[in-house]
């Protein structure tokens, strides 16, 4: 059973940044993808970023494209998230996701989920 955990959210204003992390208790965390989404106050939960296990593909919505940044730490265990340049429009609860053979930007790819981490962006 793989257990994720984020951390990092927090209040910003706009333009400024936070790093999102998100440990895993997996020994085999290595050859599991990763994936970030959020979820905005009544909205779905949409995908933000993924990165394959070799971390050889990484992947991005448009909306966050050249503002966010996925990375992975296999040693470590931890995938991350570097946001910058934030926009009250980055407000969600961030969650990590993690999947043996899904790498894309489908919620129902990825069968383990943290619990989220708050982000709020203020104007």
């Known amino acids: 059973q793989v257990q994720l955990v984020e951390s990092g959210g927090g209040s910003v204003q706009a333009g400024g940044s936070l790093g999102l992390s998100c440990a895993a208790s997996?020994?085999?965390?290595?050859?599991?993808?990763m994936a970030w989404f959020r979820q905005a106050p009544g909205k779905e939960r949409e995908f933000v970023a993924a990165?394959?296990?070799?971390?050889?593909?990484?992947d991005y919505a448009n909306s966050v494209k050249g503002r966010f940044t996925i990375s992975r730490d296999n040693a470590k265990n931890t995938v991350y998230l570097r946001m910058i340049s934030l926009e009250p429009e980055d407000t969600a609860v961030y969650y990590c996701?993690?999947?043996?053979?899904?790498?894309?930007?489908?919620?129902?790819?990825?069968?383990?989920w943290g619990q989220g981490t708050q982000v709020t962006v203020s104007s």
């Open positions: 997996e020994r085999i965390f290595t050859l599991y993808h």
């Open positions: 990165i394959s296990w070799r971390r050889t593909t990484t």
């Open positions: 996701a993690a999947d043996k053979t899904y790498l894309g930007r489908s919620l129902s790819g990825y069968d383990y």
